[in-house]
């Protein structure tokens, strides 16, 4: 079965320090890789999405992320976090027919001023 | 708001209780979906519907029980749960057949669920 691992469960940064969440992937076959942010009290809402084409993929707020196929990788990054980036961070992977996403346990991401 | 409204946002229910969560979507999607959220575990899909027809059930309890009257609404009736069903229950939807493969879900704020 398809399943999503993220290694860290929390993070606290300073900001303006880089930051790199991992999330690794059990999958064989073509993926579809996603990234989800939900800031305290809000809903989930997408952050970036990888189909195909150029492994490394921006999305809003600066973030971008990079898919290593040979790794079975989707590590979420940003050069400089700021205060307002802190959130759960959820990777997701698309998963056989009907649109079906496996979402990671989560990273909770804490940045003090 | 999202474009998927969820209600209530809280509810407290007994072990005995007979309740339902409601989502409600109006962005022509296709395909719905319920998910659990509990802490420090990854998001458990529960149940998916396409274009209406349940399609996905990954071996949830049978004291949930999924409704799907048309492509705008998706509902999930409770009765006799557990203390461990407690969690926060996330409605989503999508468009399935768009030609460009954007996959990506719409979420709900989820309803808040606490079982005493």
């Known amino acids: 079965a398809q399943s999503v691992s993220q290694h860290n469960h929390h993070v606290i940064l300073s900001e303006a320090a880089s930051l790199e969440l991992g999330c690794n992937y059990s999958y064989g076959g073509t993926v579809n890789l996603f990234w989800y942010v939900q800031y305290p009290g809000q809903h989930l809402q997408l952050l970036l999405k990888?189909?195909?084409?150029?492994?490394l993929v921006k999305g809003i707020k600066g973030f971008e992320a990079e898919f290593i196929k040979s790794k079975f990788s989707f590590n979420l990054r940003k050069p400089s976090v700021q205060w307002s980036d802190t959130a759960e961070y959820f990777c997701?992977?698309?998963?056989?027919?009907?649109?079906?996403?496996?979402f990671g346990a989560g990273t909770r991401l804490a940045v003090h001023p | 708001e999202t474009g998927v409204t969820q209600t209530p946002r809280h509810l407290v229910m007994g072990m005995t209780n007979k309740k339902s969560l409601k989502c409600e979507q109006h962005?022509?999607?296709?395909?719905m979906y319920w998910y659990k959220q509990s802490a420090k575990k990854p998001l458990e899909l529960m149940f998916v519907y396409s274009l209406e027809e349940r399609v996905e059930n990954n071996s949830v309890p049978s004291r949930f029980s999924p409704e799907c009257p048309n492509s705008s609404h998706l509902f999930l009736h409770l009765h006799t749960l557990q203390p461990e069903d407690s969690a926060l229950y996330l409605c989503?939807?999508?468009?399935?057949?768009?030609?460009?493969?954007?996959?990506?879900?719409?979420f709900g704020s989820g309803t808040r669920l606490t079982v005493v």
């Open positions: 990888y189909f195909s084409g150029d492994p």
């Open positions: 997701a992977v698309k998963a056989g027919g009907y649109n079906k996403l496996i």
């Open positions: 962005l022509g999607h296709n395909a």
């Open positions: 989503a939807s999508s468009q399935e057949l768009l030609a460009d493969g954007d996959y990506g879900y719409t």
